[in-house]
Structure formats: C-alpha cells, structure tokens
C-alpha cells in the first residue's frame, strides 16, 4: 500500500499528537493575505500553527521552514512538500536572493505565510530577540496582516534533540493583528511585535 501524507491528514495527526487547544482574541479565521508570526520552541512548531488553523485557510497558508533542516532525508522532503513549505535557505544568503524577497515572491498576492521571527528555537522560558525579517516584510508589504501567534507546551511535546512527539496538550492563541506605523522605527517595531506575542502567553 502506497503511503500518502496528505495536508488534512497532516492536520489530524498533528491535533492528535499535540491535541492543541486553538483560541483567536480579537482576531477571527480569514482567507486574507497575513504573515502569522510566532515564538520558536521546536520543529512541528509550523506544523501544529498550520493544522490549527481551518482549512480553507490552511489551504492559502506555507509555513517557513529551514531549508537545511527540511531538506535532509527523503521523508523531511516530503512531509515540506506535504504542507506546501517554504523552504528558505538560512547558509547561502545573497543580497539578490535575500530570505525576505524569496518570501515575498512565494506568497504573491495569494498566499499567507507562518514565520518564526527569534530565527532559531528558544528553551521555551523566554523568546529571543526578533530578528528584522518581519520589520521587511512589513515594509515591502505594508497590506500584509501581521498576526501574532503564541504556541504553548511544545518544548514538552517534542524536546529538542528528540524526533519523536509525545502526546501532550498544547495552546495555541491567535492575536490581534498588528502594522508597521509610519516612521517606526525597525527596533521599535520588532520590540512591540516581540510583545504582541509575550502578552498572548498569559492568555
């Protein structure tokens, strides 16, 4: 029998697995074009954001993934491709073909995009300084809804280090969206962006 991970299939295992609970304040499910930015704590992070999300979303959602860690072995592959990833290559960064731009050129004018801003996984204490990719996003597509996302208890549900999940339940709480005000500063931004998450963490 041919094995065959589909996106909805994807979708189930992933609210099995980490039997997520899913909360939108002041925020609600939109097919509109939105960069949802989120805190980092381990590999499946993109995956439980994109299953928790309702499928006609989903369907117009890629999360950002590390093309040197989703591109190694063949089942990594497939499982990116399973999700419609965007692979981005964080080792070979060049000015005309910076992470941002490829993003920008991915998504068009259809799709959405899952992003982790702290860049690499925090210890699932504290978040990380935002790095300024979400800053150019913002800038290049001011149209663009920036939602904060905050996911819960997935350092428990797959510690770094391991490869298999353990079934435990998550959180994950959609926030209100937020813009890049004119003349902000890029620290400013970041810092308030960081924020719009922290504070869904209390939630």
Same mark, same amino acid.
């Given at each position: !029998? ?13 609210? *099995?697995?980490?039997?997520?609970? *899913?909360?939108?304040?002041?925020? @609600?499910?939109? =097919?509109?074009? &939105?960069? %949802?930015?989120?805190? @980092? /704590?381990? @590999?499946?992070?993109? *995956? ?8 006609? *979303?989903?369907?117009? =959602? ?6 040197? %860690?989703? $591109? ?23 000015? @005309? ?8 050129? #991915? ?14 996984? $925090?210890?699932? /204490? ?18 663009? #809804? ?6 819960? $208890? !997935? ?25 890049? #005000? ?12 960081? #924020?719009?998450?922290? &504070?869904? &963490?209390?939630?």
């Amino acid at each position: !029998m041919k094995f065959n991970l589909t996106g909805p299939f994807l979708a189930g295992l992933a609210k *099995v697995v980490a039997g997520s609970s *899913v909360r939108w304040v002041d925020c @609600h499910p939109d =097919t509109c074009q &939105r960069i %949802y930015f989120a805190n @980092h /704590t381990s @590999h499946i992070d993109a *995956v439980i954001i994109w299953a928790s999300l309702p499928k006609p *979303v989903r369907d117009l =959602t890629k999360p950002v993934a590390a093309k040197d %860690y989703w $591109n190694k072995g063949w089942f990594r592959r497939y499982l990116a491709r399973s999700l419609n990833a965007m692979l981005i290559d964080r080792e070979n960064i060049k000015v @005309h073909r910076s992470p941002v731009e490829s993003m920008l050129k #991915e998504i068009g004018d259809k799709y959405s995009a899952i992003i982790f801003p702290e860049g690499s996984r $925090n210890d699932g /204490t504290n978040l990380r300084d935002f790095k300024s990719g979400l800053f150019y996003l913002a800038k290049k597509r001011p149209d663009l #809804e920036l939602v904060p996302v905050y996911v819960d $208890n !997935m350092t428990r549900i797959l510690p770094k280090g391991e490869y298999l999940p353990v079934p435990l339940l998550s959180r994950v709480i959609f926030g209100p969206p937020i813009w890049l #005000e004119n003349g902000e500063p890029k620290t400013e931004f970041l810092a308030r962006a960081r #924020e719009s998450v922290i &504070r869904l &963490r209390d939630m």
